[in-house]
Structures are given as structure tokens and as C-alpha cells.
Nanobody
């Protein structure tokens, strides 16, 4: 059974930092691209960052230079370091594991973790 479990969310003041973790089980973690998304109330889910299985990363303009995605293929865990947080970063944050091999697609999501940025 595949599980992605996010942790590390919470309440933080503007300008503060949080590190989110996404612990994966039931998959060969190193074969998957790991991504972080967020969804604020009334808004669509937004892709924030991707760390491919090949080692490349990409970021949305809204978080570039403030957020950093990383992964530990031994611990089967992906991370999102979030710095200089703003109230508009308030959302539920989700991790995703995805891979495509030919016509085969595997796509898994975590349950989400709430991040609230407020004074």
C-alpha cells in the first residue's frame, strides 16, 4: 500500500520559516518525481516545486528564491524548506509522487498539511 505522509505544517509569523516533510512508503522512492503543491481556500491547487528522479528541480515563480525542495532517497522523504513566509502562503500543502514509464502512469498524493502564516 502506497502512503505519502506530510508533516511540519503549522502556524508561523510572517517572515518565518517552516520545513515540510513527505515520508513515502510502498514505492521505489528514487524512481519517482516528487512535487509539492498547495491549495488555498477558493483557489486552484498550485504546483510549487518539482524534484525529478534524475536530480533536476524546478520552481513556480511565486516561491522561487524563498522555497527549496530536496529529497533523501535513503530516508524515502521529500522536503520543502519555506523561508520568508508571507500571509498569502497560507494554504494546505500537498506532496505528490509521480512517474511515467511508457504508457504506465503512477500518481500518488499525500493527505496535506496546513500552513498558516499570520501574526
Amino acid at each position: 500500500q502506497v502512503q505519502l505522509v506530510e508533516s511540519g505544517g503549522g502556524l508561523v509569523q510572517p517572515g518565518g520559516s517552516l520545513r515540510l516533510s513527505c515520508a513515502a512508503s510502498g514505492i521505489t522512492f528514487s524512481n519517482y518525481a516528487m512535487s509539492w503543491y498547495r491549495q488555498a481556500p477558493g483557489k486552484e491547487r498550485e504546483l510549487l516545486a518539482v524534484f525529478t528522479a534524475y536530480g533536476s528541480t524546478n520552481y513556480a515563480d511565486s516561491v522561487k528564491s524563498r522555497f527549496t525542495i530536496s529529497r533523501d532517497n535513503v530516508k524515502n522523504t521529500a522536503y520543502l524548506q519555506m523561508n520568508k513566509l508571507k500571509p498569502e502562503d497560507t494554504a494546505v500543502y500537498y506532496c505528490r509522487a509521480a512517474r511515467a514509464i511508457g504508457a504506465l502512469r503512477n500518481d500518488y498524493w499525500g493527505q496535506g498539511t496546513q500552513v498558516t502564516v499570520s501574526s
